[in-house]
């Protein structure tokens, strides 16, 4: 197949290119808004954004032009000197986020490993030495990136085989169930507790806001960190610029990264008092975090999320969207069991195997990211219209109507 393709970079990709990835089935070359275009010149509604990075869509100008400007004055000189973004950015996370602190890495794995380090030093300052409370209760079906750390807090055969032994210290308990967490976090050897306030690999499954605000009452309770991960979720997605505001909770930490450099690979953690004094210098660091040209992107994501009023096109136009999805329901009760999500993060849940149906979408000219076995996952970028969500469905109803299960 390779050889008959019209670009010629697929062969050299499958040659050299470790195969930790399936087989992909598209060269993409161009993107502007809401759509890419392949190396044979077809034209795709992107609603899979690069896994929720695209947060602005491909190549919004506002964002280029940033990014062209910085690179063109000073791109990097590691974090033995200030540069100018960081502060900023850090300074535009603090009216997001409340009082605290961020610290700046490349991805969202590393923003949760470094929440992970956060987590023991705090189970240090509670417990007085080290080795003793170092536990951190995660969800069933999370995922928090595949780094050591990521791994050993993702409770998921498929990310942990071959790769024992993980870390220890992590007790993974269902979601939305208090009680179960209250057996689960213990006062004396937890440290900190990790969920995602809506799972995205997972399957697009919410946190409630009861359960959110119950296990902060545990927490606090148990002087037990309070950690969220909103690497998916976060910054915008879901019409509040993090998902857990819903809930009214006051995290300890918060781990971001994906949709936050807009498709410049940049990753954060905010920390609350009295913690944001754990980390000391020396304590963590990494050669690129909150370089300046990563600073200037995720600069450039934050002003247009404020100056085009994203978060409240978001709210206003998922409305409608998801009362159109689930239409899709009562179309095919035999194939969809339910939609479910918060505005742009949704998922149509599949009583079949979602990737023969996301590969049927995208050869109907609409990307889409299938997860956890169940759904078929949509995260258009926070720029979308109201017609190209009404597009979405329409390409959904199309392939769906007609589809046959294997
Ligand atoms: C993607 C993701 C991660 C890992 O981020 P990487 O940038 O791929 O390392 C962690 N947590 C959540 C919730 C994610 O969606």
């Known amino acids: 197949m390779s050889g008959e393709s019209p670009d010629p970079s697929a062969s050299r990709y499958d040659r050299h290119v470790i195969r930790s990835y399936a087989a992909p089935a598209l060269t993409f070359v161009r993107g502007e808004g809401s759509r890419v275009w392949d190396a044979a010149g077809r034209r795709y509604l992107d609603f899979a954004t690069g896994i929720a990075v695209n947060a602005l869509g491909h190549s919004h100008p506002v964002w280029v032009r940033r990014v062209q400007e910085q690179a063109a004055r000073l791109t990097h000189v590691s974090n033995l000197y200030r540069n100018e973004g960081q502060g900023a950015l850090a300074e535009a996370l603090a009216r997001r986020c409340g009082p605290g602190r961020a610290l700046f890495c490349n991805s969202g794995a590393e923003a949760n490993e470094a929440l992970l380090k956060l987590a023991r030093l705090h189970g240090v300052?509670?417990?007085?030495?080290?080795?003793?409370?170092?536990?951190?209760?995660?969800?069933?079906?999370?995922?928090?990136?595949?780094?050591?750390?990521?791994?050993?807090?993702?409770?998921?055969?498929?990310?942990?085989?071959?790769?024992?032994?993980?870390?220890?210290?992590?007790?993974?308990?269902?979601?939305?169930?208090?009680?179960?967490?209250?057996?689960?976090?213990?006062?004396?050897?937890?440290?900190?507790?990790?969920?995602?306030?809506?799972?995205?690999?997972?399957?697009?499954?919410?946190?409630?806001?009861?359960?959110?605000?119950?296990?902060?009452?545990?927490?606090?309770?148990?002087?037990?960190?309070?950690?969220?991960?909103?690497?998916?979720?976060?910054?915008?997605?879901?019409?509040?610029?993090?998902?857990?505001?819903?809930?009214?909770?006051?995290?300890?930490?918060?781990?971001?990264?994906?949709?936050?450099?807009g498709g410049f690979p940049i990753g954060a953690i905010w920390v609350a008092p009295p913690h944001d004094d754990l980390f000391t210098a020396g304590s963590h660091g990494t050669t690129f975090g909150g370089g300046a040209l990563a600073s200037a992107?995720?600069?450039?994501?934050?002003?247009?999320?404020?100056?085009?009023?994203?978060?409240?096109?978001?709210?206003?136009?998922?409305?409608?969207?998801?009362?159109?999805?689930?239409?899709?329901?009562?179309?095919?009760p035999d194939l969809v069991s339910e939609v479910r999500g918060e505005g742009y993060m949704v998922g149509v849940i599949l009583k079949c195997d979602p990737v023969p149906v996301c590969a049927a979408l995208r050869e109907a000219g609409l990307l889409t990211a299938p997860a956890g076995g169940v759904a078929v996952r949509l995260l258009p970028p926070l720029t979308a219209s109201a017609e190209e969500l009404a597009e979405s469905v329409d390409v959904l109803t199309r392939v769906l109507r007609d589809w046959k299960p294997a």
């Open 125 to 261: 300052r509670k417990s007085g030495q080290e080795g003793v409370c170092f536990g951190v209760v995660v969800a069933e079906k999370a995922f928090h990136g595949r780094t050591f750390g990521g791994m050993s807090a993702t409770p998921q055969e498929k990310i942990q085989k071959g790769f024992r032994p993980l870390l220890t210290g992590f007790t993974a308990a269902p979601l939305n169930d208090l009680a179960a967490w209250d057996r689960a976090i213990d006062a004396r050897t937890t440290a900190a507790v990790l969920i995602e306030t809506i799972q995205g690999e997972g399957g697009v499954n919410p946190a409630s806001s009861e359960f959110l605000r119950g296990v902060e009452r545990l927490c606090r309770e148990r002087n037990v960190l309070l950690m969220i991960d909103e690497i998916q979720c976060g910054v915008g997605r879901t019409g509040a610029f993090f998902a857990f505001e819903r809930a009214g909770i006051r995290p300890d930490a918060i781990a971001m990264a994906k949709g936050l450099g």
């Open 297 to 332: 992107a995720a600069l450039a994501v934050l002003e247009v999320i404020e100056k085009e009023g994203l978060l409240e096109k978001v709210t206003r136009q998922s409305a409608p969207w998801h009362e159109r999805l689930r239409g899709l329901v009562a179309l095919r």
